[in-house]
């Protein structure tokens, strides 16, 4: 079945602590992208990835890591959580190239940094 | 700065009353369009979308949306709406711009849809 999948889909962490949520896609998509979602401001873009090694800043990039070692993963790592990451979190990913795809969204990850 | 506003935060339908969600972008350029929805506890899905050509788009579940360019508008609507249409309802837009289309999309802060038996 084609899919996004991410883990994990619930976490609860305190300020400061690493942490790394991980994307993952059976698409053979080159582009990926994660978003946080917010009440009341929609998605945001934080980070993007073209393909393997080629990422870029989305609208939301501070407090936020990304690589694309791989076509199929793209990890969103938070290198010191702060509560205003506390936030549901969206990997996506769609075929790139020319024309805009549909973009295939995750399950999504509901964070929580206390 | 490009942006997609959605003007209604919460609509609140009878079942089989007529659905308008309404969806406003600001860029001068050419533009794709598309309409995601969320379902409770689910991650979004596509409803439709418009690239070029008719600007009436149908998509899934009997929903349609309309391009209108003179109005920067792209309007959702469905004639008689159910009560498992009970979702969060995105806006989005991608300036195109070649090859890197794909880096950026713009979504709008979403239509919250219930719907009374």
């Known amino acids: 079945e084609a899919q996004v999948t991410q883990n994990p889909r619930y976490l609860i962490t305190v300020t400061g602590k690493k942490l790394t949520v991980t994307c993952s896609q059976n698409m053979n998509h080159e582009y990926m992208s994660w978003y946080r979602q917010d009440p009341g401001l929609g998605l945001r873009q934080i980070y993007y990835?073209?393909?393997?090694?080629?990422?870029d800043k989305g609208d939301v990039p501070e407090g936020y890591k990304v690589s694309r070692k791989e076509k199929r993963n793209f990890p969103l790592i938070l290198e010191s959580p702060s509560p205003n990451q506390t936030s549901l979190y969206f990997c996506?990913?769609?075929?790139?190239?020319?024309?805009?795809?549909?973009?295939?969204f995750g399950p999504g990850t509901r964070l929580t940094v206390l | 700065a490009q942006s997609v506003s959605q003007h209604n935060h919460h609509v609140i339908l009878s079942e089989a009353a007529s659905l308008e969600l309404g969806c406003n972008y600001s860029y001068g350029g050419t533009v794709n369009l598309f309409w995601y929805v969320q379902y409770p506890g689910q991650h979004l899905q596509l409803l439709l979308k418009?690239?070029?050509?008719?600007?009436l788009v149908k998509g899934i579940k009997g929903f349609e949306a309309e391009f209108i360019k003179s109005k920067f508008s792209f309007n959702l609507r469905k004639p008689s709406v159910q009560w498992s249409d009970t979702a969060e309802y995105f806006c989005a837009v991608t300036p195109r711009m070649g090859y890197s289309s794909a880096s950026k999309i713009i979504f709008g802060s979403g239509t919250r849809l219930s719907i009374r038996p």
């Open positions: 418009y690239f070029s050509g008719d600007p």
């Open positions: 996506a990913s769609s075929l790139g190239g020319r024309e805009y795809n549909e973009q295939f």
């Open positions: 990835s073209m393909n393997v090694e080629v990422t």
